[in-house]
């Protein structure tokens, strides 16, 4: 059976950034070299992650990686 993870497990990558939301449906672009740090992640290159967005009024909001492009730095 697996295991379940622990706190060993997680690594909290935070960094300010700037972005803006580009639809109705809540999509963000943002910088992609912010995304790929936090990919590069120890917990996150085993699949363990959770990814938050926070507005500038502070609500705080699960996010999802869609699409990143190094090349051209945006996510």
Known sequence: ???QPGPQDWVRV?????GFVVD???YVITAAHLVQEMLDAEAARRGRYEL???LQGGAQH???IVAHDAR????
Do not use: H, K
């Open 1 to 3: 059976a697996g295991q």
């Open 14 to 18: 935070e960094r300010p950034s700037s």
């Open 24 to 26: 109705e449906r809540g």
């Open 52 to 54: 938050f967005v926070v």
């Open 62 to 64: 699960s996010a999802a």
């Open 72 to 75: 051209r730095n945006l996510a």
